[in-house]
């Protein structure tokens, strides 16, 4: 009987582990899609995978989003489990050491996935062109790191730290050569603040 009593404990914690584990992935894939939504300029989802389904994931990709054969996007983006614990955990890492000029690969694969969230968000505004929404995602990476708790100087250091360090080494299909200061693809042209 305590035998009994033992194991349903246990298998009640277990469900409670889950339950609260499946609320956090809920309340985190709120919070991205609001995101999103603001950078596609329409309501969009982000899917996070679940624990089982993180187990399986070997497709490799930080991030997708479907296109139809009418070249329309689908209404929600899938992040890879990767790119969701480095999204959930962006506050709490430190970015002043771009500043100084010695961060490390935990730091840059952390930024890296802030500017993913942003790639995807213009892949689901109509964008299916790589290189038109990476030059776009790289404008919009700081806002989505401030979005997520990193400070807003910070967040501006490692939006220009990605385009010097990270943009260079994208395959090239990712870059545009009208991705510069003052060019076809700069958002903000009045400022000569780029990207
Ligand atoms: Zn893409």
Not at 82 to 89: I, N, P
Request: glycine share 8%; with cysteine.
């Amino acid at each position: 009987m305590r035998l009994i009593a033992a194991a349903l404990l246990i298998i009640g914690a277990l469900a409670a582990v889950g339950f609260a584990r499946r609320e956090d992935r809920i309340r985190q894939q709120t919070t991205l899609a609001a995101i999103a939504t603001e950078l596609a300029g329409r309501p969009v989802g982000v899917h996070c995978p679940g624990f089982l389904r993180s187990l399986v994931d070997t497709r490799g990709e930080a991030g997708r989003v479907a296109f139809g054969p009418d070249g329309r996007p689908a209404n929600h983006t899938d992040l890879a489990p990767a790119t969701c614990s480095a999204l959930r955990q962006l506050d709490r890492v430190d970015f002043t050491c771009i500043e100084r000029g010695d961060c490390g690969f935990k730091e840059f694969k952390a930024a890296w996935a802030a500017h993913t969230l942003a790639h995807e968000s213009f892949h689901l505004r109509g964008f299916q062109d790589e290189g038109i929404a990476e030059c776009y995602a790289l404008q919009n990476t700081a806002f989505v790191a401030e979005r997520l708790g990193v400070p807003t100087r910070q967040a501006q250091e490692l939006q220009a730290w990605l385009y010097k360090d990270g943009y260079p080494n994208e395959p090239e299909d990712y870059r545009s050569s009208n991705c510069y200061a003052g060019g076809p693809l700069d958002l903000r042209p009045q400022s000569a603040l780029f990207p």
